[in-house]
């Protein structure tokens, strides 16, 4: 897979880079908080990684919003760099 734009991939423009990069950070963050409530036991644990998860999904799905609304489509992050 690769990210690809309507425009070709060297065209990106440094604002939907950025874009891309907070997409894919979020992505990052909410699979990692995912993971930690595998582990955890403590009510009080569970409940702040279900408030913390509940946050996070809030911020990707308005990034993923925004990187439809641009025309973007989702792929191989490498390409970014």
């Known amino acids: 897979m690769q990210i690809l734009n ?5 065209n ?6 950025l874009l ?3 997409f894919f950070g979020a992505k990052d963050e909410l ?7 595998e582990y955890v036991t403590e009510p009080e644990m569970i409940a702040s ?10 911020r990707y799905s308005y ?9 973007l489509s989702l792929g191989n992050r490498s390409q970014l760099e």
């Open 49 to 58: 990684c279900i408030y913390e998860m509940r946050s996070v999904q809030e």
């Open 63 to 71: 990034l993923l919003g925004k990187v439809r609304s641009r025309g």
């Open 31 to 37: 699979d990692a908080i995912r993971q930690k409530f």
């Open 12 to 17: 990106i423009s440094s604002e939907d880079r």
């Open 6 to 10: 309507r425009r070709s991939k060297d």
């Open 20 to 22: 891309l990069c907070d």
